[in-house]
């Protein structure tokens, strides 16, 4: 069986785009390969956090990871950071990797470039931890959004890199992305990724969010005067967004499907069926997260979760640090 690891750093609570960015592929592929889905704790700190904010959001994570259709018994479900080799291979591979490299990766310029002062250290290697996420379990497949791409890429050069050098240590990973669904924009700036870091907070649908709230986001959201259900996202990202965003939530029904449905009504119409796919789904993942979060299920799933994990991660490290010649008694 082919092996699979991908984490979602719970920098604040997950939103529709992780859901149809991520989430929902990590809950797809759960039967067909194996799963090792983690909460990547560390990542979160790379910007200043509130601890109390952070352990609700990493609880809540959790849950919702479950909540979604994770299955403990299938995944393996885990906090970064109850494993500690993460820390150690992220630092082992941030020693092989390129400054040069490092400054090529788009999620640091772009917070550089918004003059953001007293970016972290952390912030900046933080591309040599997740790469130390991946190498550590031998993943084949990383199913990520379109923005981590580059992430997944430059963790197949360091492989590469190692493996030349100390010798096959390494599976060279592949990124797994969706053709629809990889990037859901903002719906209140449809040039803008869905993301966390909203500051106006109406352009991101948080799975969580109280379904009239989600339903008043959606049919708010920006469009579009051609008044054509059409996708184009160069001409009409607000509407193409959309589109996307009822396909992923409506078992991937094609693009031209939803067309020829809409053909000749009204954006509002439009926006009407998109709100009851998203509020379907979060009332599904709510009713089920609301069950989860008390029952004691979080402290088991991660407690299996890490003592499963650390059997493989452990066991790379030790190899790894013997390749290196770093180890006297082990
Ligand atoms: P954010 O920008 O919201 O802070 P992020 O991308 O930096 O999020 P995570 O929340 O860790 O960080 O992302 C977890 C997963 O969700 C990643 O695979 C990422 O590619 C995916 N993802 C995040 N935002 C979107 C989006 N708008 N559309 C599709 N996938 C997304
Ligand atoms: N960097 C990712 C989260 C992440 C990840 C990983 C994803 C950390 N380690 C390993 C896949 C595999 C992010 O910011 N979204």
């Known amino acids: 069986m082919k092996r699979m690891l991908s984490g979602i750093k719970p920098t604040g609570q997950l939103h529709l785009g992780n859901y149809i960015g991520a989430l929902r592929h990590f809950v797809e592929y759960q039967d067909e390969y194996e799963m090792y889905a983690f909460i990547a704790n560390l ?13 609700k959001n990493l609880r809540d994570c959790v849950a919702l990871y479950l909540a979604c259709g994770l299955d403990p018994s299938k995944a393996t479900i885990f906090l970064q ?11 082992i591979c941030c020693c092989h990797t390129y400054m040069g490299e490092l400054n090529r990766m788009t999620q640091f310029k772009d917070k550089q470039s918004k003059g953001e002062k007293n970016l972290s250290g952390g912030l900046y290697t933080y591309p040599a931890l997740m790469a130390a996420d991946i190498l550590l379990y031998d993943a084949d ?16 050069d360091i492989a590469e890199r190692m493996n030349n050098r100390y010798g096959d240590l390494f599976v060279v990973p592949e990124p797994l992305i969706a053709k629809v669904g990889a990037r859901i924009m903002s719906l209140s700036d449809p040039t803008k990724k869905m993301s966390k870091s909203d500051e106006t907070n109406k352009g991101c649908i948080y799975l969580l969010d109280p379904l009239k709230t989600a339903r008043k986001k959606v049919m708010s959201a920006v469009t579009d005067s051609y008044a054509k259900v059409h996708f184009d996202p160069e001409t009409q990202p607000g509407i193409s967004n959309l589109m996307q965003i009822l396909s992923s939530l409506s078992d991937n029904r094609p693009l031209g499907d939803i067309e020829a449905e809409f053909e000749g009504k009204g954006y509002g119409d439009f926006k009407r069926a998109v709100a009851d796919a998203v509020c379907t789904k979060l009332e599904e993942i709510q009713t089920r997260y609301n069950e989860i979060i008390e029952s004691g299920l979080v402290e088991k799933t991660l407690q299996e979760g890490a003592a499963k994990a650390s059997i493989l991660a452990d066991a790379k490290l030790a190899k790894v640090q013997k390749a290196i010649g770093m180890e006297i008694i082990r």
Do not use: S
């Not at 950071?81 to 630092?91: E, I, K, P, S, W």
């Open 141 to 156: 497949y990383v199913p990520v959004g379109e923005d981590q791409k580059q992430h997944v890429e430059l963790t197949r």
């Open 81 to 91: 950071t109850d494993v500690r080799a993460h820390a150690q291979l992220g630092y």
């Open 43 to 55: 990542h979160c700190i790379t910007v200043p956090q509130d601890p109390e904010e952070l352990h």
